[in-house]
Nanobody, 120 residues
Framework: QVQLVESGGGLVQPGGSLRLSCVVS????????MAWYRQGPGKERELVAG???????NYADSVKGRFTISRDNAKNMVDLQMNSLKPEDTAVYYC??????????????WGKGTLVTVSL
């Protein structure tokens, strides 16, 4: 069974940095778009950053200039480098990926989420 496994969340002070990682566990034929979403307390889930197979990136306005998404196609991984963190970045961060499975079906997968808390 194909799964997304996230790591790297935690508690950080305002202005600090964290790096989130997500790896595809299991056998797939192709890894397409990958992205990070987040859901803050009392808020809806929102797109933070996405990256295509070719490396094209898009970011939410609220994180532009502070967050960087990158991927390693050989390792089926996507990272999110978060700098200059603010209390409003506090949320559960979810990895998302569109994959082509060995059954030749396209599926959109979600990780279980990793908590990022920005606080003194």
């Amino acid at each position: 069974q194909v799964q997304l496994v996230e790591s790297g969340g935690g508690l950080v002070q305002p202005g600090g940095s964290l790096r989130l990682s997500c790896v595809v566990s299991g056998i797939i034929l192709r890894l397409n778009t990958m992205a990070w979403y987040r859901q803050g307390p009392g808020k809806e889930r929102e797109l933070v950053a996405g990256i295509s197979t070719g490396g094209s990136r898009n970011y939410a306005d609220s994180v532009k200039g502070r967050f960087t998404i990158s991927r390693d196609n050989a390792k089926n991984m996507v990272d999110l480098q978060m700098n200059s963190l603010k209390p409003e970045d506090t949320a559960v961060y979810y990895c998302n990926a569109v994959v082509l499975t060995v059954r030749d079906t396209t599926e959109r997968l979600w990780g279980k989420g990793t908590l990022v808390t920005v606080s003194l």
